[in-house]
């Protein structure tokens, strides 16, 4: 019994938690100014892995 309410809980918090981040970045955040996003734009280019 405790392995199935296992089952079920973990992929409930699992969403819950990505619910919460999405709404954070996508409701809670204010638009980025322009120089923001050209910023944001080089750490991701300098993030991404290099093939």
């Known amino acids: 019994m405790s392995v199935i309410l296992c089952l079920l809980v973990a992929p409930l918090g699992l969403f819950l938690i990505l619910g919460l981040s999405w709404f954070e970045d996508h409701v809670l955040r204010p ?7 050209a910023l944001q734009k ?4 300098l ?3 290099r093939g």
């Not at 638009?31 to 996003?37: G, L, R």
């Not at 080089?42 to 280019?45: C, K, P, S, Y």
Request: net charge negative.
């Open 47 to 49: 993030n991404k892995p």
């Open 42 to 45: 080089a750490v991701e280019l």
């Open 31 to 37: 638009p980025a100014s322009p120089a923001e996003q």
